[in-house]
Nanobody
Framework: QLHPVESGGGLVQLGGSLRLSCAAS????????IGWFRQAPGEERERISC????????NYLNSVQGRFTIARDNAKNTVYLQMNSLKPEYTAVYYC????????????????WGQGTQVTVSS
């Protein structure tokens, strides 16, 4: 079974950048679409972006379109989320998760979740 592990979070100032990584153990990522999600305190988890297993297609939450870029390197068994022009409202725990049958807009359709990495954007 796939076990994703997120890394790359931290504290960054308004307008800064971070690159998150989602590395996998237990299985190869090649078979899975991978989504990135975030959850702020008191809020529901929301899907930010998703990339298909081949990397041929990706989509984004409207509010991060143009700021965030998802990419995958199947040879390294890793999916990345490059986040630029960060805002304080992006402060949240960021998660990656896998799905066997392609991307989905529905959070609960993803299984195999990581533990998350904290991103804090200061003003």
């Amino acid at each position: 079974q796939l076990h994703p592990v997120e890394s790359g979070g931290g504290l960054v100032q308004l307008g800064g950048s971070l690159r998150l990584s989602c590395a996998a153990s237990g299985s190869t990522l090649d078979y899975y679409a991978i989504g990135w999600f975030r959850q702020a305190p008191g809020e529901e988890r929301e899907r930010i972006s998703c990339i298909t297993n081949s990397g041929g297609s990706a989509n984004y939450l409207n509010s991060v379109q143009g700021r965030f870029t998802i990419a995958r390197d199947n040879a390294k068994n890793t999916v990345y989320l490059q986040m630029n022009s960060l805002k304080p409202e992006y402060t949240a725990v960021y998660y990656c998760a896998a799905r066997n049958y392609g991307c989905s807009q529905i959070v609960r359709n993803f299984n195999s979740w990581g533990q998350g990495t904290q991103v804090t954007v200061s003003s």
